[in-house]
């Protein structure tokens, strides 16, 4: 079965700083991973995607995340946090049978930026 | 464009009161689907839709309905609300299924009940 497991329910960091949050799967097939961000109250969106073609990939609004297959991680990464960072970024996971296609959804981790 | 579009946005319910929380998609999306999102536990899929007139349990169901009359309407309903049914709800939809497209959310509904 497919899981996610997000390390740190709150991480903070100074504005300027690198931003990582952390990410590892739970998958017997090769997965297919996302990072979605949720603003205060407001719906969740896609930052980014890990189809199985780039390692490394590339999001919105300067984050990038890298598939790990050795270590079953896709960490998400910032160079520099902004204040506008701040919000709750979730990690998931396509499930594969039962709801079949639909996403499971890491815990979240809320991000704090101190300026 | 409106995208995503719950209603209400917030609903105090007493145990026992049933209701009916309403999604609306404008942007011809097959996919629908309701998750609830509790402190601590992330999103969890509590019903989805593949098409009109189409529905499937998710992994928390229990205590919910749908329906999906419509392609671009997918209605959950609580028959008789619990204080564990308290929770913020939100609504998805995607062209197809979430490896191909992204889920576009609606800004959620609260719901307290006491």
């Known amino acids: 079965a497919q899981s996610v497991t997000q390390l740190g329910s709150h991480v903070s960091v100074s504005e300027g700083a690198l931003v990582l949050l952390r990410c590892n799967y739970s998958?017997?097939?090769?997965?297919?991973l996302f990072w979605y961000v949720q603003y205060p109250n407001q719906g969740l969106q896609l930052l980014l995607k890990?189809?199985?073609?780039?390692?490394l990939v590339k999001g919105i609004n300067g984050f990038e995340a890298e598939f790990k297959k050795s270590e079953t991680s896709f960490h998400l990464t910032k160079p520099s946090a902004h204040m506008s960072d701040a919000a709750e970024y979730f990690c998931a996971v396509i499930r594969s049978g039962g709801s079949q296609g639909n996403l499971i959804f890491g815990k979240g981790t809320k991000l704090s930026v101190k300026p | 464009n409106a995208g995503v579009t719950q209603t209400p946005k917030f609903r105090v319910l007493k145990t026992g009161q049933s209701m009916t929380l309403l999604c609306a998609q404008d942007?011809?999306?097959?996919?629908m689907y309701w998750y609830r999102q509790d402190p601590g536990m992330g999103l969890r899929l509590i019903h989805y839709?593949?098409?009109?007139?189409?529905?499937a349990k998710g992994e928390v169901p229990d205590g919910y309905n749908v329906s999906r009359l419509k392609k671009q309407n997918f209605l959950l309903g609580l028959e008789s609300a619990a204080p564990s049914q308290t929770s913020v709800y939100f609504c998805?939809?995607?062209?197809?299924?979430?490896?191909?497209?992204?889920?576009?959310f609606g800004e959620g509904s609260r719901l307290t009940v006491l």
């Open positions: 839709s593949v098409g009109e007139g189409t529905t």
């Open positions: 998805a939809s995607s062209v197809g299924l979430a490896v191909t497209g992204e889920l576009f």
């Open positions: 998958s017997s097939v090769p997965p297919y």
């Open positions: 890990y189809t199985s073609a780039a390692t």
């Open positions: 942007m011809n999306h097959e996919y």
